[in-house]
């Protein structure tokens, strides 16, 4: 389970381009819930997700995990119980390193790493299996370099290293932005199937509406550093892209999401 | 011009052995440049001071009568510090790793020369590691290359260990994406000030060898080293490739081995000593810019915001 209670996050304090980016922020997301943050630029989803990861500290507020305060958790420790697939392929590899021993780091995420050798059998086995499930011949090329596979075979290896381990927390920052539609598709599938299938607590953020339709079990709008809106249950299982973007405060943005 | 050339040849193979002992006991700076370098992505500088410093602490502990391995073993340690200082300076204060570098290796110039008192200590005739070499007479190079080839030979076959170990791939993980490290669970913190303090200890190891093998410590044995380290390195991994972590970790001892005897054959040939610097900076200048060099032409040098070369 994850709780923010009111979050407060100020960007450039006291200066002229001061912005307040979290508002007292409060939010639950279940044990098990898959909640989906949509918002237009600015309002918040970005600082949300790193104040959770542990990447940006908070001015005030609190965030616990399973009920544990890791408020004041620095971002390697709050790893072993949160997983994150980054907007940007780059970010969530080590791009010099091969398939497998990106594997092998997502796999010690949340142990205590030894002096014993990494790649053994049995984890290369382990990782071939693993990787197989996408579909995408990944399980064929564990010592290639991963400079050399494409975003979207980036970001399904990032996918499956986030979701390996079951975290207690899985954080999406835009995982499928920069892809091509059908590879965000094929990977959006994956991050479902993983998600069900683990009963993972999800959070993820998108700026595609019928994502935000299609999965998921709430839909959480944030605007200006606060929760506007959200909906889940029944009228969850309703909702149109149409009634989502109506949402959305500022005009100029409800018509870029529209179009 | 004959005769040139068999003079040359005649006198460059007088020094093969002496060059390459001396070739194997700097093949340690040349690692301690590696290892922030390209495993890091944390280009140091305090090699040039971790070096002299490694010496300084050997010397004057030899002259107090110390076993002369237990020097090495202090060196090694006082390197390690040296490191770790850089490295916190870097990630606490946000300075540029090269002027953390600077700062490190500029201070260390005064420590140095508190350790010793003076600037220069004779150590000749006490006793040093390479009298223990086995079935050769002491004194001469080849027990220098035994000993210093022993030593090289087990700190390859450890790194090459241990960087495959679940600890070294966490800390090749924190050079190759810090960002990605972190949201593994990977300290940056610890990995960067373990691994700069790590390769600062063996830059501290080849001055310590050194003095053992040269018989004085000086506080300014260490001028130009980096650069010397940097060209012997980028000549290894021409020879030997950096694909994998074993040919990026034998990429200085091989690059070191060569380049002391290219260094060796062009003062055979006559080239004056103080000219040597000027070589060795244009010939690594030549090798990082090779690659615009070799890009189409009118493309016209670099972008303006590309990466630095490092």
């Known amino acids: ?259 | 011009m004959m005769e040139f050339i068999s003079s040359t040849f005649t006198s460059y193979v007088a020094l093969v052995p002496v060059t390459l002992s001396q070739s194997l006991i700097l093949a340690f700076v040349v690692l301690g440049i590696m290892i922030p370098f390209r495993t890091l992505h944390f280009p140091d500088l305090t090699s040039e001071g971790a070096y002299p410093l490694g010496g300084c602490i050997c010397g004057i502990l030899i002259a107090a009568g110390v076993n002369p391995a237990l020097a090495i073993v202090a060196a090694l340690a006082c390197g390690f510090i040296a490191g770790c200082c850089t490295a916190f300076i870097h990630l606490r204060f946000r300075i540029h790793t090269l002027l953390a570098g600077i700062l490190m290796m500029t201070m260390l110039y005064s420590i140095n020369l508190r350790i010793m008192g003076k600037s220069n200590l004779s150590i000749f005739g006490s006793d040093t590691v390479y009298n223990w070499a086995p079935f050769v007479t002491p004194g001469f190079p080849v027990s220098k290359i035994i000993i210093a080839g022993i030593i090289g030979a087990a700190v390859f076959l450890i790194l090459n260990w241990f960087f495959k170990t679940e600890k070294g791939t966490a800390l090749r993980a924190v050079g190759s994406n810090p960002a990605m490290a972190e949201a593994q669970g990977i300290s940056v913190w610890v990995s960067t000030i373990v691994g700069v303090g790590l390769a600062s200890a063996f830059s501290a190891t080849s001055g310590a060898l050194m003095v053992q093998s040269q018989g004085f410590a000086d506080v300014n044995m260490g001028l130009g080293i980096l650069i010397n380290g940097l060209a012997a390195l980028m000549i290894g991994e021409a020879v030997v490739g950096k694909k994998s972590v074993f040919r990026q970790l034998l990429a200085p001892f091989v690059g070191a081995i060569i380049y002391y005897q290219l260094v060796s054959l062009c003062l055979a040939a006559g080239m004056p000593p103080p000219d040597l610097k000027l070589a060795t900076g244009l010939f690594v200048l030549a090798m990082l810019a090779l690659p615009t060099l070799k890009r189409r032409r009118g493309a016209g040098g670099a972008p303006a915001h590309e990466k630095f070369r490092e």
């Open chain 1, 1 to 259: 389970m994850l709780e923010i209670r009111s979050a407060r996050k100020t960007f450039y304090a006291g200066q002229p381009d001061e912005k307040v980016a979290l508002d007292n922020l409060d939010l639950t997301l279940q044990t098990g819930e898959f909640g989906v943050v949509i918002g237009s630029n600015g309002a918040g989803k970005s600082t949300m997700l790193n104040a959770v990861s542990g990447a940006l500290s908070l001015d005030s507020g609190a965030i616990l995990i399973n009920g544990d305060d890791v408020t004041a958790t620095p971002v390697h420790k709050r790893a072993t119980r949160i997983a994150r697939v980054f907007q940007d392929p780059m970010l969530g590899t080590a791009a010099s390193m091969t398939v497998a021993e990106n594997m092998l780091l997502a796999e010690l995420r949340s142990t205590k790493r030894t002096l014993a050798r990494g790649l053994n059998a049995q984890r290369l086995a382990n990782y071939k299996e693993r990787l197989s499930v996408l579909g995408l011949g990944l399980e064929n090329r564990l010592d290639t370099k991963v400079e050399l596979l494409s975003g979207g075979q980036r970001q399904s290896l990032s996918l499956i290293m986030a979701v390996g381990g079951s975290p207690d927390l899985l954080l999406l920052d835009e995982h499928t932005a920069a892809l091509d539609p059908r590879t965000a598709d094929l990977v959006m599938q994956a991050t479902v199937r993983a998600v069900d299938s683990l009963k993972l607590t999800t959070l993820m953020v998108t700026h595609n509406m019928q994502h935000a339709v299609d999965f998921g079990h709430r839909v959480i709008m944030l605007d200006a550093g606060k929760v506007k809106l959200q909906i889940g249950g029944e009228e969850k299982a309703n909702v149109t892209v149409a009634k989502l973007v109506d949402h959305f405060a500022v005009k100029t943005d409800a018509m870029m999401l529209g179009a």
